[in-house]
């Protein structure tokens, strides 16, 4: 399925990216792995 707006794809990776500092302290880790970005990503609306 393809974006209507490739914008808005960009918006939401950069809005997974931000949230991920949060997502490793919740999950009282140090290290930023890929399954952090994966959750992010998952847990977006839309």
């Known amino acids: 399925m393809q974006p209507t707006n490739p914008n808005q794809s960009d918006e939401k990776a950069w809005e997974?990216?931000?949230r991920i500092p949060e997502i490793v302290k919740q999950s009282q880790q140090q290290q930023i792995?890929?399954?952090h970005l994966m959750k992010a990503l998952?847990?977006?609306e839309g």
């Open 16 to 18: 997974a990216i931000v």
């Open 33 to 35: 792995e890929s399954e």
């Open 42 to 44: 998952l847990e977006q």
